[in-house]
């Protein structure tokens, strides 16, 4: 069984059990390899330690630690809910009983739903980093799950097609997959913000109906409860757990269009969009054209015109 199982691909921890856990682990695999009973002298693949959560704390008067609701703050500042005497902030540490830093997220998750404070917590930092918890963003995320939500319930089928949407549909899913993969989820969360604007301001077409269908999916490991409701309402059979990845067309994560730099005696003046690998002769041509170069010129004959493909057009006067 030991060998049918290890070395497990990835060991996931905060730092303080990755010095005990991840120690005791090593040193027992390794004692078995040593007297022959297993062939491998690492049991885990890859190491993530991740960052603790943290949270102000508080002391009374006496020097008693205080939970956070033990205390309220006003104008006078922190408050002992019980003694009414002020109570002095303490430094912001990790999460402990010892301390009573520590909040219950029952009454959060009952409020916003497990979903928002999943999205919350998610997008809140990279995942190596110490999170300080505070409840000021949690609006904002319980608003992102309902425009979610939105989204899903309004879905209409729709004819046409947007290459523009089609391109970032197609970029998102691979860059989500790629931040999963390397536990970057804060930057996956930012990827499915920016594609979700993009799909409400998008005219209904069969790209914005595919989109909006293969969000359901992506966003499904960060939001699984609204996802499963969502995939279900939609009539697909089964779970969405079990649905698999979108898959990803290679020539949308292509760039077809450029952004070129024009240039006149070496400022810049304006910028083109062009098809990637357009002929210069087409380039120079767009650029001379160009309504704020013609005005740069002010008459004047181009005296040379250097064209670095894809990037910059540089017109000598």
């Known amino acids: 069984m030991a060998e049918q199982w290890l070395p497990v691909g990835q060991y996931i921890g905060g730092v303080e059990h990755a010095i005990l856990h991840l120690l005791y682990a090593r040193f027992f695999t390794r004692a078995l390899q040593h007297i022959g009973k297993l062939d491998i ?33 006003d104008s006078a500042g922190v408050v002992e809910i019980a003694s009414g005497d002020v109570a002095e902030i ?40 110490d999170l300080e918890w505070s409840e000021n963003g949690i609006e904002g995320a319980w608003r992102f799950v309902q425009r979610l939500w939105r989204l899903f319930d309004g879905l209409e089928d729709a004819t046409g097609e947007d290459k523009d949407l089609d391109r970032r549909l197609h970029r998102t899913i691979a860059g989500v997959a790629g ?20 799909v409400e301001k998008a ?32 009539g697909n059979a089964g779970l969405i757990a079990d649905a698999p990845w979108p898959d990803v067309d290679p020539a949308l994560l292509v760039d077809d269009e450029v952004t070129i730099a024009v240039q006149v005696n070496g400022k810049l003046r304006d910028t083109l969009v062009m098809p990637k690998g357009a002929p210069k002769e087409s380039v120079e041509a767009a650029a001379l054209a160009a309504e704020k170069i013609v005005r740069s010129l002010e008459g004047k004959a181009p005296r040379k015109v250097i064209i670095v493909p894809d990037r910059l057009v540089n017109i000598v006067a």
């Open 179 to 198: 931040d999963i993969e390397a536990l970057t989820f804060n930057k996956a969360v930012a990827r499915l913000y920016e594609l979700v604007n993009a």
């Open 90 to 129: 303490g430094r912001i540490e990790k999460m402990s009983k010892s301390k009573k830093n520590t909040v219950d997220p029952e009454p959060i998750v009952d409020q916003y739903g497990a979903d928002a404070v999943r999205w919350f917590m998610l997008s809140d930092s990279p995942p190596e980093r």
């Open 41 to 73: 002298a690492e049991p885990f693949a890859g190491l993530f330690t991740q960052g603790m959560v943290t949270h102000e704390t508080y002391r009374a008067q006496d020097g008693r630690w205080l939970s956070p609701e033990e205390i309220r703050k």
């Open 203 to 234: 005219q209904p077409s069969a790209s914005r109906t595919n989109t909006i269908r293969t969000i359901v999916r992506i966003v499904a490991p960060m939001v699984p409860h609204l996802a499963e409701e969502a995939w279900a309402a939609m």
